[in-house]
């Protein structure tokens, strides 16, 4: 585990686990042993930092990003990778920084098609033709790839194509739409002979035919289940990232005396409550319910109340612990996706806003 990343003023803690990066990345290749892996570390690495993530991830044989700023962050900080744009370029001036930098570019749409083939200056660079398949959110229809696809190869600006669809509900493996986008896929993939990506964790996991040439894991990098029913420890995936902090109080509460802002809890019975110096503000979900599993020194304990700014209130009835223990909101001790089936949300968001609390360049 390096070092903990912790801002002076807070007592509460993000550490990222190397080794935990480097075993889920070697999960993926068992998954996938054909193919190259595309280790997707936007939004700062969903939380664990980008630039430290690349360098754990080295042994990827690509990185994708959704923003150009991204990539170029990428570049300045030394990283010689091949990179891909998910969102692709929006003018000229982002196409000849793409060029310049050997970042390659998804193209979505008409209008990057149009800048593409009208630019004369940039070097040529490769393209990651996106084809909407059913999930309606960036990407050429079914419809439209022979053209695209025949205008990239003939335009002198541009490299190699790829093309590359998204599913939209791999996370549940028996939803029809899953079948529907792969043939689709499989349709358009079928006339061209190019190297191929539509695989995220989900479809690592559990749909082998969407494996193709390239697959995209970032979830699972991270150590999060990506199917609800399933844990990451039953998927053998380790947590890459421990988020701590620690008992700052510990007082006894009065049978229906109520806890925290809005007072929307309170015991029929007495309770010993603690005090946790952890809130919102260091990207603890502020919609965790009551009941959110908080672990201390080797109890799972309950939160209480609604989640403050920087503290949160838990239920250390049955529990012998003391103040200054160690506090586990997830990690190890803790599944991430065991909080955020408690706080209506998903880990992808959690992990990105704690994160976010601890600065955005680690
Ligand atoms: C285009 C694309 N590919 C791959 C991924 C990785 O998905 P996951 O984190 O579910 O593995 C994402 C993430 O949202 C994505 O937008």
């Known amino acids: 585990m390096i070092e903990s990343q912790s801002t002076p003023w807070r007592r509460a803690s993000v550490s990222i686990n190397p080794d935990a990066l480097s075993h889920n990345l070697n999960l993926v290749r068992e998954y996938a042993p ?18 430290e993530v690349a360098e754990h991830l080295a042994a990827a044989d ?27 370029f929006n003018n000229t001036q982002e196409l000849d920084q793409f060029a310049a930098l050997n970042i390659s570019t998804v193209v979505h749409q008409r209008s990057q098609l149009d800048i593409l083939l009208k630019n004369e200056t ?5 393209v990651w033709l996106k ?11 079914v419809g439209e790839v022979d053209e695209f696809f025949g205008q990239l190869r003939n335009c002198e600006q541009v490299n190699d194509v790829y093309l590359m669809s998204h599913f939209a509900n791999a996370d549940d493996p028996n939803n029809k739409l899953n079948i529907n986008q792969l043939e689709s896929f499989l349709n358009v993939t079928n ?9 995220n964790s ?19 990098l991270y150590g999060s289940s990506p199917f609800s029913g399933t844990s990451a420890v039953e998927l053998k995936l380790q947590p890459a990232m421990q ?14 005396e109520a806890i925290g802002y809005g007072s929307t809890f309170s015991s029929d019975k007495d309770l ?39 503290s949160i209130c838990i239920d250390l009835s049955d529990v012998d612990v003391k103040i200054g223990d160690r506090v586990v909101l997830w990690g190890n001790e803790l599944s991430v996706d065991d909080v955020a089936a408690a706080s209506n949300s998903i880990a992808y968001e959690l992990l990105c806003n704690a994160g976010a609390a601890y600065g955005s360049n680690r």
Request: charged residues 15%.
């Open 62 to 88: 690509i990185f994708a990003v959704a923003m150009p700023q991204e990539a170029f962050a990428l570049r300045d900080a030394g990283c010689d990778k091949p990179l891909v744009v998910l969102h692709g």
């Open 34 to 51: 054909n193919c190259q892996v595309m280790a997707v570390i936007k939004s700062n690495a969903y939380g664990h930092g980008m630039l």
């Open 243 to 256: 988020f701590e902090s620690i008992l700052i109080d510990i007082k006894p509460v009065k049978a229906g």
């Open 191 to 199: 006339d061209i002979n190019v190297n191929c990506s539509m695989a």
């Open 122 to 126: 940039s070097s040529a660079i490769d």
């Open 272 to 310: 010993t409550v603690g005090i946790v110096a952890v809130g919102y503000g260091d990207g603890y979900p502020r919609h965790a319910n009551n009941g959110t599993p908080v672990w201390v020194s080797g109890e799972r304990c309950a939160l209480l109340g609604r989640v403050s700014m920087d």
């Open 131 to 141: 084809v909407d398949t059913g999930m309606h959110r960036l990407g050429i229809s």
């Open 202 to 220: 989900a479809a690592i996991m559990g749909i082998p035919k969407s494996h193709f040439e390239i697959v995209r894991p970032g979830i699972m």
